[in-house]
């Protein structure tokens, strides 16, 4: 197979962009190289000299030398932009960005087929590991029960300090932020955006299914309290947030994103830190799992560089399962068992447990751990965040209703 020479155009020189640099520095066997590198911040110093910088988008997308455009900048929407004009110029992109990758995934599909171009984004979800080529290649959706895991290493980040090392959730974001795994907007990591959109990129690859964000439910960790991680500790679980898609039945699935009690015989449970981890399970092949770094400049430049490296093979994803059409419905009708904590008691009364399997209740700290239907938390979603309470799954099965 022929190799095609790569002449980047890169957009954005943060924390991966940064970070793929020297990865594609090391990496000897690649016959790629960022010729052009367009940022906005005309005043902040460079390590490169500025001959490499341009201010211009246009300076890249018109520029017919460069035949493969990066993009790792933050802002969703100018992102869009970049990568649609990068497109219909007929350039291959590499991309990050999992929020305008989830949010526009049906007519970035299209450009790719009307321009015949590439469209690749592993580094968007997972960072290192790569889920999303072994999902579009090896999985067959009729076959995959489900899948579960940390995507998002900022919130396993301060977790862990929390549950390890009794940090206080402000302390441990900051920590996290220095490190360079938070998002600019820290609540989207907090608050449980970010895995959210993550998820949806994998549904597209695990069930063909191309899931509008808004539909799928999420809650975070940002009300997490010291009685939570007390709670868990003294079960022996962790909490970890952990994005959930499955089937419910031979054509259908289900979403969503929650912490969730994890216990030490789980996979789960030692994937501390920014590391991630994915859990498939499949008829016959069972459960498989899959761990890496989720976060950070190099793990991140990466999965980037391996797309560029199959780019430059000729590497494109196909959607198969998506036209192939064999998962057909998405539903929110499923019961799960949760922990509440809470305070006042018109907020428990929002929630309708159907079956309920502990409760207590002194002045300081109340829970009730029983079934709801995730329809019920959807439709209340936006009340959520006002309310003094936590969620968490318990993650056991529910038999009946
Ligand atoms: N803020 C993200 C995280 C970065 O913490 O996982 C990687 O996508």
């Not at 095609?4 to 016959?31: A, M, P, Q, T, W």
């Not at 889920?131 to 396993?156: A, F, K, P, Q, V």
């Not at 900051?174 to 609540?187: I, M, N, V």
Request: contains cysteine; negative net charge.
């Amino acid at each position: 197979m022929t190799r095609r020479e790569l002449r980047i155009g890169l957009f954005g020189y943060g924390c991966v962009g940064r970070g793929l640099h020297d990865v594609l520095e090391s990496s000897n066997g690649i016959k790629a190289e960022i010729v052009r590198i367009c940022v906005k911040d005309k005043t902040k110093e460079r390590r490169l000299p500025m001959s490499f910088f341009t201010f211009d988008k246009n300076d890249i997308l018109n520029d017919c030398s460069i035949n493969l455009v990066v993009e790792l900048i933050n802002d969703p929407d100018e992102a869009f932009e970049i990568v649609r004009q990068a497109m219909q110029n007929g350039k291959s992109v590499v991309t990050a960005n999992k929020v305008m990758v989830a949010s526009h995934l049906n007519e970035l599909v299209d450009l790719q087929h009307k321009h015949n171009v590439a469209l690749l984004y592993e580094a968007s979800a997972g960072a290192s590991i790569p889920i999303i080529r072994n999902l579009e290649e090896y999985y067959d959706n009729e076959l995959l029960h489900s899948l579960r895991g940390i995507l998002n290493g900022t919130t396993n980040y301060i977790l862990t300090l929390m549950h390890s090392e009794g940090r206080d959730f402000a302390a441990a974001l900051h920590e996290a932020q220095e490190k360079g795994f938070a998002e600019s907007d820290p609540a989207l990591d907090i608050e449980g955006w970010d895995a959210k959109y993550k998820l949806c990129i994998i549904t597209a690859h695990a069930y063909g299914m191309f899931l509008d964000p808004d539909e799928v439910f999420h809650y975070g960790i940002s009300h997490i309290s010291r009685h939570d991680i007390r709670y868990a500790k003294e079960k022996g679980y962790k909490i970890k947030l952990v994005p959930y898609v499955g089937k419910t039945d031979d054509n259908t699935i289900t979403c969503f994103v929650l912490p969730r009690f994890v216990s030490p015989d789980k996979y789960l449970y030692n994937v501390d830190y920014e590391n991630n981890g994915v859990i498939t399970e499949a008829a016959f092949a069972e459960k498989q799992f899959f761990a890496g770094k989720g976060a950070g400049g190099h793990p991140t430049g990466s999965a980037v560089l391996s797309d560029i490296s199959a780019n430059s093979y000729g590497y494109r994803y196909e959607y198969k399962k998506n036209i192939h059409d064999t998962i057909r419905n998405f539903t929110r009708d499923h019961h799960i068992e949760i922990y509440l904590r809470y305070h006042n008691e018109k907020d428990r009364d929002q929630f309708s447990f159907s079956e309920v399997s502990e409760f207590y209740n002194n002045h300081i700290y109340r829970y009730i751990i029983g079934t709801v239907n995730l329809k019920d938390l959807y439709d209340i979603r936006n009340k959520l965040g006002s309310m003094s309470i936590f969620i968490a799954s318990t993650g056991r099965k529910i038999l009946r209703v």
